[in-house]
């Protein structure tokens, strides 16, 4: 017998849930998506040279990614608040620290471990993990799209914020600023403190059975599902090529001779054209099959790569390449998640939904890292577009074949998909 015994929360709890999610997200994916802003500063400060500095961040993206499914498993376990406000001491820390290092070493602690450890526990897996488990279903996709625009809103406003800052008083001006923001997220925290859903005894329709299986059965039967390792493989592309262009495209920018506000601004379009595109992403996600969505998510990064390296390198070539890879930037997140929720239920969401993750940012290490390698060795980062191009054809088809069903063990009733 299916049974569904969510308790239900009034519109107003499930308001300030979804809400104290978005904002967290806005903060610390801002303080992560400003970081390719400071990597000129830095190397005029430091010394250092692109490579070196682009590696210190490619590892960032590898911790921001290798974190989350750490994190999430203890919030699976203890709650989300400790996690988040961890994770704000983490970020803040680095990010203030960050101006007073000088070796490559130094920058690797800052901003490859601690700022993007700390931005890791105050992301994707924990806030939608956390909201889908305080849900019940119809709910959330909706959520997951709202969770993520708030990530959008937060490119949007902090890229033409750090960039003024650091054009005006300066870059360590502009990362004290970034750091004592990311402070907000500890109150914000306090709204994360609400009880999770009851678990259901029986499967719930629609849902995987969850019944009397423990973390590590549900990693191994996780990581021998074909569809949960296509998601795998799809959101590696989507790491490198986030992490190419917040990293790479202010220098991008300047080898085409333009304003370095024409990278601030185009930054702040892609967040600010990707809110639209998440809540987008989490409608759509509701009445048609999530993996088909991401398909055409990957196929239509392809096409707009390839039209952009056609193009005369204008300002507003900028604007409008923003704009279009901005609809579907981080609009991947909705389906991503939501396919993980479909196949094993919400029980493990924030680990499972993490190591996804996990991957998606070791894309975003090769992404940075082989950006910078690309610039010094060949004087520009053609192959790298051309990589970007490539990969995100194979994104396209390597999600067709994933199966929009529960995962049933032996032994347990039959869900319907």
């Given at each position: ?6 308790t ?15 904002a ?78 000088s ?114 059965q ?14 795998h ?63 055409l ?51 493990y ?23 910078g ?39 347990a ?5």
């Amino acid at each position: 017998m299916m049974m569904n015994t969510h308790t239900e929360m009034s519109p107003r709890a499930a308001w300030l849930l979804i809400l104290a999610a978005s904002a967290i997200l806005m903060i610390t994916m801002g303080a992560r998506l400003t970081t390719g802003l400071f990597l000129s500063p830095l190397n005029t400060a430091t010394g250092l040279g692109v490579a070196s500095i682009s590696f210190a961040l490619a590892i960032g993206q590898f911790m921001w990614g290798a974190s989350q499914p750490v994190f999430g498993a203890i919030a699976d376990k203890y709650g989300p608040a400790r996690v988040i406000v961890l994770g704000a001491l983490l970020l803040a820390g680095g990010l203030a620290a960050t101006p007073f290092v000088s070796s490559e070493w130094g920058l690797l602690l800052t901003m490859g471990v601690l700022s993007a450890a700390g931005a890791g526990a105050g992301s994707f897996s924990i806030l939608i993990g956390a909201t889908a488990q305080r849900l019940p279903p119809a709910r959330r996709p909706f959520a997951s799209g709202f969770i993520n625009a708030g990530g959008s809103f937060g490119q949007f406003v902090f890229s033409p914020l750090m960039q003024f800052l650091i054009a005006g008083p300066g870059w360590i001006i502009a990362m004290f600023t970034m750091a004592a923001t990311t402070l907000l997220t500890i109150p914000l925290a306090w709204l994360m403190r609400g009880r999770k859903a009851t678990q259901p005894t029986v499967a719930a329709a629609g849902a995987a059975p969850v019944v009397g299986i423990g973390l590590t059965q549900q990693l191994r039967e996780a990581l021998r599902d074909r569809s949960y390792l296509c998601l795998h493989a799809g959101f590696f592309t989507c790491g490198f090529h986030i992490a190419f262009l917040v990293t790479h495209l202010p220098g991008e920018v300047a080898l085409c001779g333009l304003p370095v506000g024409v990278a601030g601004t185009a930054l702040g379009l892609i967040g600010l054209f990707n809110i639209a595109g998440s809540l987008s992403a989490g409608a759509l996600s509701t009445r048609y099959r999530m993996k088909n969505l991401l398909a055409l998510m990957y196929f239509s990064r392809a096409l707009i790569i390839a039209v952009y390296l056609m193009a005369p390198k204008t300002a507003w070539t900028f604007y409008i390449l923003a704009a279009a890879l901005g609809f579907t930037w981080l609009a991947t997140v909705p389906p991503t998640a939501g396919l993980v929720g479909k196949l094993f239920g919400t029980r493990y969401l924030a680990t499972l939904f993490g190591l996804t993750l996990l991957s998606h940012q070791i894309g975003g290490f090769f992404g940075a890292w082989l950006g910078g390698l690309s610039f010094v060795r060949f004087g520009d980062y053609s192959w790298m577009w051309y990589a970007d191009i490539a990969l995100a054809l194979a994104a396209a088809l390597v999600n067709l074949p994933i199966r929009e069903a529960p995962v049933v063990r032996a032994g347990a009733p039959l869900a319907k998909a």
